[in-house]
């Protein structure tokens, strides 16, 4: 799979926007970008994937280059409670949801 | 539906003991994996599982064994615990090939002394 790059640590504003970028240079074809969260040491949580075109659901919205060689998750109004560590992730399609973790970025919602 | 069930959410076991993690989940799910989590690192897999019957190694496989004789169940056995082993423990489940989401269990907290 391939890897992904993404910065330590980012802080936003309460109900400001949160944009978190991802690298993945070497992603193939077949590989979707999933991004998921993990709070306080829980299991993590589940935000959005694509592959190919932008996406959007309840939580979240995926902004994946033309290249596909980076992405860009973006929380549209943050709230104290999305305060996690969030994680960019690519995966093959076909080997079900073996996934290679990074140490993700660490977003602190400010007050 | 309980999703993703794992059992003990604590564990502290001796050196050279050995211990089952179990982990259940309720969604008809093929795809089971197990991974572990260090202090301020993210998750590394362990072993998965793409049906009963057939599991595969992970990135860090060694000192674990897992077998998958139903489609509810996936236990990650330690065969003899070391301090190595201190971790959180994740089991996972997905239904699909790719293009889908995985739950996670709450974790297993394990400490070898």
């Known amino acids: ?4 790059t993404q910065p330590t640590s980012m802080d936003c504003a309460e109900g400001r926007a949160a944009n978190l970028p991802c690298n993945h240079s070497t992603i193939s074809g077949n590989e979707y970008v999933y991004w998921y969260r ?8 589940y935000i ?6 932008n996406e959007t659901n309840e939580m979240a919205s ?10 860009t998750l973006i929380l549209p109004h943050a709230t104290l409670r999305d305060t996690a560590v969030y994680y960019c992730i690519v995966s093959i399609t076909n080997t079900g949801n073996q996934f290679y973790f990074g140490t993700g970025t660490s977003l602190t919602v400010i007050p | 539906n309980a999703g993703v069930t794992q059992t003990p959410k ?3 076991l001796k050196t050279g003991q050995s211990m089952t993690l179990q982990c259940a989940q309720d969604m ?4 089971m994996s197990w991974y572990r989590q260090d202090p301020g690192m993210g998750l590394r897999l362990i072993h998965y599982s793409v049906g009963a019957g057939i599991t595969d190694q992970g990135e860090v496989p060694n000192g674990y064994n897992v077998s998958r004789s139903t489609t509810e169940d996936f236990p990650l056995r330690l065969l003899s615990a070391a301090p190595s082993q201190t971790s ?7 239904d699909g090939w790719g293009n889908t989401e995985a739950f996670f269990g709450q974790g297993t907290r394990l400490t070898v002394v």
Request: proline share 2%.
């Open chain 2, 10 to 12: 604590f564990q502290v």
């Open chain 1, 48 to 53: 959005i994937h694509g592959l190919k075109n």
């Open chain 1, 62 to 71: 995926l902004i994946i280059t033309e290249d596909r060689k980076s992405s």
């Open chain 2, 28 to 31: 008809n799910h093929e795809y």
């Open chain 1, 1 to 4: 799979d391939a890897k992904t």
């Open chain 2, 88 to 94: 959180v423990y994740f089991c996972a489940s997905s």
């Open chain 1, 38 to 45: 993990q709070i306080h040491s829980q299991g993590p949580q």
